[in-house]
Structure formats: C-alpha cells, structure tokens
C-alpha cells in the first residue's frame, strides 16, 4: 500500500498517483472518512483525469460497502460539487480531482452538507491520522449503501445565471481557453443561454494536458488566450484551471486581468445590485478594492488567504462577495463558495450595461503597480518576517499580522506571507508609481535574498 501522510493538505488531498497513494491507500483515506464523519449519504463526483474514473468507482465502492449511500455526480468542476453540497441533503460531499496539477497528479476535495469545507482544522489532519494508522477500519456489520446517480449540471447553470440580467448581456466575441479541464464540461451549457460568439480553445476533456497546465496564474499558461483574442479581435478571453473554480480575463488588447482588478470590476457590478453590503477581500488584494468599496456606498473587510478561512469570514460577515489575488472569487448567493463562471459572468454584464471595452474599465482601476508574487526559499520564516518588522517599524506607517506581516507607507506597502506547505516565504509589493515599485521592489528582495533564494516561477 502506498499512501504518504505528505498528501494530506490544510485544504484538500493531493498526490502523485501511484507512487504516493495508490488503490489500496485510497481505499484506507476513504474508509477514513467514513469513520471521521459517519456520513449516511455522501455526493461522489470526479475530474477529467487519466486516473480519475478508477479512484472515483473505488471510493464509491468503499463507501457502499462501508455501508453509506452514494449519489453518484459523475463528471463535475469544483464549483459544481460546492452548488451540489449546497443544494442537495446529502451529508458529505467529494470530488476526486487535483485541480490544475500536472496530470500524473490526483486527490480529493472534501465539503459537508450546506457547502462547508472540510480543512486541516475540520477533518483533513485526522482522515490522515487515522488512514496512515494500523487500526482496522473496515466496516462488515453494516448492510450495504445504495447507490444512485444525479446529474447537476443544468440546475448549476440555471443558479450561476441568476447571477445576471441574461438580456442586458451584449453578443460579445469571447475566447474561452479551457485547458482541457472541467471548464470544458459546464461552458457549452452556459453558452446555449448567452449570445456570445464563443472561439473554443481546448475544450476537448482531456487528463493528460497535452496543450498546456491548466493553470492560468502562470502567465505562460494564458498565451493561448491571449493569441486567440487577438486573433479573431475577441473583446475579451478567459482562461479556466483544471477543475474550472478559477479565471483569469484577458482583455481586447490581450492584456491580463489582475485579480485585484477583477475583484474591483464585480465588486462595482454587485453593489449597483445590492448597496450598502460587506464586500470581503484578502490581504494580498490590492488597495483600490477597499477604495472602490468605500466609493460605492459597501463596507470593506480585508481577511487571510486560503478558501476555507474566506468561507468562514464569509459566513461571520454576512459578506456579500469576496475575492482573491489567485483567481478565486466568493458569492454568499453561491453557499459562501467560490466560482470562476459567476466571476467572468458578473464582469461581462458590467462591460454591457456600462458600454464599454474590457480595457476602459480596467484602465479605471489600474492606478497601483505590482510586484506580482516573488518566492524566497527561507528556512526561518517566522525569524524572517520578526526581522523585517525590526527593520521597517519605525520608518511605516503601520503593519499588521493578518496574513503573514504587511508593512503600510504612504506611497507604497508590501506583504510577506509563508506557505502552509513548503518553506517559502510569498512578496507582493504594490506603490503609487512604477519608480515607487522599482526602488522598493529591490530593496526588499535584496533583503530576502540576503535570508534565503529566489524561486524562480
């Protein structure tokens, strides 16, 4: 049996398959859950993947035999298994999937019942425990579960347009690079509803990934989008990961669309809905979205990065929407979750009821240069991050220790943040000019440089 405790992450399950977790240590992660959770029902879908199909009918038949009835989801994106837990009663839900990781990687998701996710600080560390454990965990006294199938898509679509006036959107020309990803599954259906003009690029479902990873936060994985925008002068493209959760836009010009800049786009279009609402964004984010929120009558609450803690400041604010830097945008009318179709819907509604380019609209917000995210291979992060505090705290304005620790000037700032998984620390600097940037640009990296390395993207 392989199955390396190193798989078991603060936000899902990934792994090389099979070298770090092959059948058999599937089979323990599944019977680990069921012991965890003690699911009666349990929604099982899956991804496109080579290996995929496989991992998926094994955990459904360790669940049956564990005693659980299954609905079986089949194909599904990441957003579609949050709209399931979130419509649907049964008391857990799982997709098998690796997001955008290179193909010969896979693993879980896991929510309970209403979309809530399961982290390292709600089940994942104690699956892990229990499933790397010698403790039988095999069930025989139980009959076994019943299995039935459900197919979510039209019902995802139809909640995902409720999001828009479907009349006010414009016949645009869109360039849609799905990576052969789950994008790929759920676009056709929202286009059937849409009088877009769509240049498909890769929607064929294909796990081997034999155009590029489906990650669009490296800008190498955007170039198909951007030549095809410009190609057939497209008036935007969008670019989706391999499980479809997260987009990134391009515009007219073939220019990449910020998340920062995104999330003030829908941020606009949501409170001319809904004024006076809490609008969430995370501390990477940059200043123009608490800006925009202030302006249009919202108030702003700025939160750590990662899915399930957005989630859950989601829930305590009552917060209307959230977004991340990574491409990851929040709806408290999608369960709290995060969907990367609602974001790139909710943009091209405000492009038509505003008449105007994507490129104008994001000239508007475009008032701050970034860093963009620079890695540093660190031992000590913590010592690091104490050390640039003892540096700078009489110079700042302020800083804070939301999220790693962020450093206020009055014409620029910067964050520095570790990783949950390696030993990385992550900078993004924002400034009110490009001098501003360059000039502190180095001065910080050379100082982490002088603690660590650069990792190159």
Request: charged share 25%.
């Amino acid at each position: 049996m392989r199955l390396s405790p190193e798989i078991f992450r603060d936000y899902d399950i990934r792994a090389i398959i099979p070298g770090e977790l092959d059948e058999a240590g599937l089979i323990r992660v599944a019977q680990a859950i069921a012991v965890c959770f003690q699911p009666r029902t349990i929604q099982v879908g899956r991804d496109m993947r080579m290996s995929s199909p496989k991992l998926h009918q094994i955990f459904v038949n360790t669940m049956l035999k564990a005693g659980v009835d299954v609905v079986d989801l089949g194909l599904i994106s990441t957003d579609m298994l949050y709209f399931a837990a979130g419509k649907y009663n049964e008391d857990l839900a799982v997709t098998i999937s690796a997001s955008h990781n290179p193909p010969q990687y896979n693993g879980m998701k896991i929510v309970k019942r209403g979309a809530i996710a399961v982290s390292g600080d709600s089940g994942i560390y104690e699956i892990r425990d229990l499933a790397v454990s010698t403790k039988s965990l095999e069930k025989t006294s139980k009959e076994t579960g019943r299995l039935s199938k459900r197919r979510v898509l039209n019902d995802f679509v139809k909640h995902v347009l409720k999001f828009i006036n479907v009349k006010n959107m414009k016949p645009f020309k869109v360039a849609v690079d799905t990576g052969n990803g789950m994008g790929g599954f759920f676009m056709p259906a929202v286009e059937d509803h849409l009088p877009w003009k769509v240049t498909r690029i890769f929607y064929e479902l294909d796990g081997s990934f034999p155009n590029h990873i489906p990650s669009p936060i490296e800008a190498k994985n955007m170039l198909d989008t951007v030549k095809a925008v410009k190609r057939v002068g497209a008036d935007v493209g969008m670019a989706f990961d391999g499980d479809g959760d997260r987009v990134f836009l391009v515009d007219e010009t073939g220019r990449i669309v910020s998340g920062t800049i995104m999330t003030a786009l829908i941020t606009e279009n949501l409170l001319r809905k809904h004024p006076k609402q809490t609008i969430l964004y995370n501390a990477i984010v940059g200043r123009v979205v608490p800006e925009i929120i202030k302006k249009r009558g919202g108030k702003p609450v700025r939160v750590r990065v990662g899915h399930t803690l957005i989630k859950e400041a989601m829930r305590k604010h009552n917060g209307l929407f959230c977004g991340e830097h990574s491409g990851h945008y929040f709806f408290r009318d999608f369960f709290y979750a995060d969907s990367a179709i609602i974001a790139a819907l909710l943009v091209l509604e405000l492009m038509s009821v505003k008449n105007q380019k994507l490129s104008d609209l994001v000239r508007q917000y475009d008032k701050y240069p970034s860093s963009g995210e620079i890695n540093f291979m660190v031992k000590d992060k913590l010592g690091v991050m104490r050390r640039l505090e003892t540096t700078y705290k009489n110079k700042a304005r302020s800083t804070d220790w939301l999220d790693g620790i962020s450093v206020w000037f009055t014409d620029w700032w910067f964050n520095v943040r570790p990783s949950n998984t390696e030993p990385l620390l992550r900078l993004n600097i924002e400034a009110d000019n490009h001098k501003i940037l360059a000039e502190h640009t180095t001065e910080i990296v050379s100082f982490l440089s002088s603690h660590g390395t650069i990792r190159q993207a």
